[in-house]
């Protein structure tokens, strides 16, 4: 017997939900999702600007911008990026695939440390309060194995920390 349910499609007054990674054909998928007590009209200018994210990632990764100057945020948009994994410095590149504001933004990787990585960010209006996910498709090198033990725990820790920051930033919305 299975007892996982089945996460309800995003909308509001759906319920938040921890970094969670599940297996689907050959990928794997995280979602997160997070309610803050700000309207979208605040929430989605901040992850307009890529220049956040580096408030968004562990020190631990050393995360750099590389790309110089104002980054437009539109589809087609490349950013460049430097992280470190586990010591190793690593070259970033992703594409804006997606861009539709206020509802949602998608970047892809085209070099990196993944085989794959799609990160589709949406922003669900609630009114004074929004719902935020992130989902991202996902494929390693080394397959399963190297998934389980090294990057399946890294992820949920980036994912993690970054849930962290959000509520440091604008709190949560029960007051909690």
Known sequence: MNDV???PPLA????????TITRSGGEYVLCCRLRVPKPRSEIFPFFSNA??????????????????????MQTGALID???????IP?????????WEPPDRFEDTQLKGPYRQWIHEHAFVDEGDTTLMQDMVRYKVLGGRLVHALLVKRD???????????LRDLWGDPCGE
């Open 90 to 98: 690593v070259r970033w590149r992703t594409r804006i695939t997606a």
């Open 51 to 72: 220049r956040n994210l580096e408030r968004l990632t562990p020190e631990l990764l050393q995360f750099r911008i590389l790309t110089e100057g104002e980054i437009k």
């Open 5 to 7: 349910q089945p996460m």
């Open 12 to 19: 509001p007054g759906v319920p938040e939900l921890p970094p």
């Open 155 to 165: 992820v949920l820790k980036i994912f993690g920390y970054r849930k962290q920051i």
């Open 81 to 87: 990026y430097q992280i470190r994994i586990r010591g």
